[in-house]
């Protein structure tokens, strides 16, 4: 006799023999089972195998971004009632960059297996190193002065080339701080900026100038300092306040020159008796300027192991000379007069741009204080018609430089600057021989 089952009795069993091959696959569990963590980070894996329908073919496979990872941890058989056959591996694995995969599996009759995949934080590119401006809380003991100059140093220590704004701040007794608005600077290299100042108060008030130097692009900083105190004012010594020394019935030496006055024949003018008479400068012979200034340091600062004077014309070295800092005993508030000069014979007669840069040394670092600057008048008479540095006493000269001004030049070895810049009218307010003015910068003079 022939059996038909019926429709639904057939999809039953289906379903039950779909449920036997199910039963017949091993359960692989991998925990932690995914997640994101930093990128270097140690997360220990524990994976779990098992069969309920017979026992393991053999050990688990393990794979850690495509590589075998099996040897990495241990695996250990157990027991689980569930289980006909249970087996744990225990592991750690190393968080890389990027998605992380983990893949295990298992024979049991059947293959089963699981995998697991851990994130990397997304990373951050590393803060930028931030500049580097000196000097930084350096003491400095400042006369009263309008437009004083410190030149910073900034260094990029970054390996791209960045640019960095500038900022500066003063307070107490320094004013009006101005630098330029921003600079460029290579990976690795150093730039100069100068800050110009005032200064004013009584003698030891303090105050500070701040140059900040920001990287345009991340925001990292960096901020030098001075730290100043009003130190005493040195006077302007003009050339009639020299030291004079005879030398004779008709020399002297007046501020370390010879001057000689010889006088000529008498003649007799409309009824009145006159003495031409020439006079000598060595300095005008051959000129070698003197420019000086007063160097002080306070009883608090640190002395350097040397002083260097530096003085430029038009922006070019002309003479650079050096002092021990022992010549400014610690412990008390010292000021010395300091002085650089150069051969100036083959300037001519004119009205010359200075710059004096007071720095100190210590060790192998050099630090520039103060810039001072002003006009240079310099006389030039090797080539007179009364012979190298002779001059015809009350025969005068005034000279228009091509910067603007009057430059007086008198007969008497004497000479004076007029900064007016209207030149059609000029009424000297001295009378009788005018020894010497000119308009050096603060704390500095200048002799000739």
């Known amino acids: 006799m022939r059996r038909v089952l019926s429709l639904p009795l057939a999809l039953t069993c289906l379903l039950c023999a779909a ?213 005493p004012a040195g006077p302007v010594i003009e050339r009639g306040l020299c030291l004079t020394i005879v030398a004779g019935g008709n020399a002297a030496y007046e501020c370390g020159d010879l001057r000689i006055v010889h006088a000529l024949p008498s003649v007799r003018t409309l009824g009145q008796t006159r003495t031409p008479t020439l006079m000598y400068s060595s300095q005008h012979a051959h000129p070698f300027p003197l420019v000086h200034s007063d160097v002080t340091f306070a009883s608090w600062e640190t002395r350097p192991d040397s002083v260097i004077a530096t003085v430029r014309i038009n922006g070019q070295q002309m003479d650079r000379r050096g002092w021990a800092g022992g010549q400014w005993p610690a412990g008390q508030t010292v000021t010395r007069r300091v002085a650089a000069g150069f051969d100036a014979s083959a300037l001519s007669t004119d009205l010359y741009a200075y710059q004096l840069e007071i720095g100190k040394k210590t060790g192998g670092t050099y630090v520039a204080m103060r810039t001072e600057s002003g006009t240079l008048p310099i006389v030039n008479r090797a080539s007179s018609p009364f012979g190298a540095g002779w001059w015809l006493a009350g025969f005068e000269k005034l000279q228009f430089p091509a910067g603007g001004g009057i430059l007086w030049i008198g007969g008497a070895t004497s000479k004076r600057e007029r900064s007016d810049r209207n030149r059609s009218i000029w009424r000297p307010r001295w009378t009788g021989p005018i020894a010497f003015s000119t308009t050096p910068a603060p704390r500095s003079t200048a002799a000739y």
């Not at 894996?45 to 075998?68: A, H, K, L, M, Q």
């Not at 157990?78 to 744990?88: A, L, M, N, Q, S």
């Open 19 to 231: 449920v036997a091959l199910e039963a017949q696959i091993p359960l692989v569990t991998i925990v932690p089972s995914g997640g994101t963590y930093d990128v270097g980070t140690q997360v220990a894996v524990t994976i779990e195998y098992c069969s309920s329908n017979g026992y393991f073919d053999g050990p688990p496979g393990v794979e850690y971004n495509g590589f075998d990872y099996a040897g990495m941890g241990s695996y250990v058989p157990g027991y689980r009632p569930e289980c006909v056959d249970f087996g744990t591996w225990t592991g750690t694995v190393t968080i890389a960059e990027g998605q992380n995969t983990l893949h295990s599996w298992i024979m049991a009759g059947a293959y089963g297996d699981m995998t697991a995949v851990y994130a990397s934080t997304p990373s951050t590119p590393p803060p930028a190193d931030p500049p580097v401006v000196t000097p930084d809380a350096e003491p400095m003991a400042v006369s009263p002065t309008v437009g004083a100059v410190q030149r910073f140093e900034i260094q990029n220590p970054g390996t791209d080339a960045r640019s960095f704004t500038l900022t500066t701040i003063c307070s107490g007794s320094v004013s009006e701080c101005t630098v330029q608005s921003s600079i460029y600077l290579l990976a690795n290299q150093t730039g100069y900026v100068v800050v110009t100042y005032d200064v004013a108060g009584a003698l030891n008030a303090a105050g500070s100038v701040q140059l900040t130097a920001t990287d345009a692009s991340s925001g990292v900083y960096d901020t030098g300092s001075l730290s100043v105190k009003v130190a």
